[in-house]
C-alpha cells in the first residue's frame, strides 16, 4: 500500500486558502477539508463550501453525517468537484456534531457507520475513508476500535485515520479533547498487526517529522500505512518542506519558507484580483518563521499591517524582508564573535 501524510481537517482552520498555502510546501500530502455537513453539501452553497483550487490535488473532502441517503449524495456532488477522495468523520466531539448524531458519537453505532461507508463507496469511484477515535466515553477502545474498523471493512473500506484517543463527550471540550484523554498508540499498531490488510494511519499528538518517521519505523514488526498531522502543520508549517524527502524518499530539494511564500504568492495575487481580503490568506502563514530572527516580525506585520484596507502583496514582502534583515544581522553578529 501506498505510504499516506496527511493534513488532519481541522474547523475554521483548513480552508481552501490553508490548504493552497501548505501545498506550496509539499506535493505528496493528502489535504482536508474542513468537516462539511452531508446536508449542507446538498442544499448549502457549494462553490463556498467545496469549492477549491487545482494546485490543492490531491485533496479529500471530509463530510459529516449519519443518513446513508444524504451522505452518498453528498460524496456524488463532491466527486463531481473533483475531490481525491471522500472521508467520513467519525471522530470530532462537539456538542454541534452530538446533536446532529455524526462525529465522535458514531463510535456507538458501528452498524450504522458501516451503512454509511457502504452508501458512500456504492455513490463513488474514488476511495471512500474513515477517521476515527479509538472511543468514546467508557467504552473499551479495544472493543470499540476493532468493531468499527471491522464493520467498514466487511462493507470494502479498507483505508482508516485513527485518532489514538478516545473522545470525552461530556464534560471535555473539543479543545480539550484534543490533549486530555491518553494517547494510545500501542493500541493503532496493534489493529495494523491483526488487520495487515488494511491501511492504517495514526493521528494524535504528533508534533514533528521526527515523531511522524518513528510512528512509521517498522522495528516492531508494524508498518503503519501514514501518519496525519494536524496542529503540528498549521502552528510550524515549514516541517512540511521537508515531508517529501524524509517521508516519501523524493530526490527534490526541501522546500523552504522562502521558497513557499515565492510559491504561494501567484495564489494570494489571483484570490486578491478576485477581492479576497490578504488576512484571510495570510493568516496560515504566521507560524511559517517558527524559531527564525526575524519571526516575531513576520507575525506583527502580517496581523497588524494585512488588516488595513488595500492592503496587497507588498505586506507579505515587508514581512519577508524583516526576516531576512534579521537573519543577516545575525550573521553578522556570528560573524564579529
Known sequence: MDRRLSIAPMMDWTDRHCRAFHRALTSRALLYTEMV??????????????????????????????????????????EAFGYDEINLNVGCPSDRVQSGRFGACLMREPPLVADCMAAIKGAVSVPATVKCRIGVDDQDPEVALFETVDACAAVGIDVFIVHARKAWLQGLSPKENRDVPPLDYALVRRLKRERPHLSISINGGIASLDEAEAHLDPGDGVQLDGVMLGRAAYHEPAILGQADRRLFGAATPDIDAFEAIRRYRPYMEARLDEGVHLPAMTRHMLGLMHGRPGARAFRRILTVEAVRPGAGMEVVDRAVDAVREAE???ELRTQAA
Open 328 to 330: 543577516a544581522r545575525t
Open 37 to 78: 455537513t452531508a446536508p449542507a453539501v446538498i442544499h448549502g452553497d457549494r462553490e463556498r463550501l467545496l469549492g477549491f483550487d487545482a494546485v490543492e490535488h490531491p485533496v479529500a473532502l471530509q463530510l459529516g453525517g449519519s443518513d446513508a441517503d444524504q451522505l452518498a449524495e453528498a460524496a456524488r456532488i463532491g
